[in-house]
């Protein structure tokens, strides 16, 4: 299993989750500094529906060692999150990558949906060619 990592876990995780699961890629998500039980936002859930996939049912939760130890790998959105969780989970730092290049965070700019969604689209589209 895949578990994408961003911030909040409401924005980018969700999204690349949908989409890996969309492409039956087993991906589960989390954010590492997220509120727990916070829907997917509004961009997040408006660009999925574009792409004919729901986060209507999306919660957010935070990264646990649990979820690090059930994931085959890790792919945190930015460089700067990958290291945050290599110094909070050390255990786990074999599993940490940062996606190349780094996904921006969208929240609050709803025009940078659709760019996220095209660059995890096409990470995730890289990933089924390995």
């Known amino acids: 299993m895949i578990l994408f990592v961003c911030a909040g876990n409401t924005c980018r995780s969700p999204l690349a989750e949908v989409i890996a699961n969309a492409r ?18 509004m961009g997040a859930m408006i660009e999925a529906e574009t792409r004919g996939l729901s986060l209507r049912s999306h919660r957010s939760k935070q990264v646990s060692q649990e979820l690090l130890d059930k994931a085959d790998i890790v792919y945190a959105m930015s ?6 969780m290599t110094q909070a989970f050390p255990e786990s730092k074999g599993k940490i990558k940062a996606i190349s290049p780094n996904i921006p965070d969208p929240y609050g700019m709803d025009f940078m ?3 996220v969604a095209d660059n995890l689209e096409e990470f995730i589209h890289c990933l089924q060619q390995r």
């Open 24 to 41: 039956d890629i087993s991906a589960a998500s989390a954010g590492l500094y997220a509120l727990p039980g916070k829907p997917a936002s």
């Open 79 to 84: 460089d700067e999150l990958a290291e945050a």
């Open 113 to 115: 949906y659709p760019i």
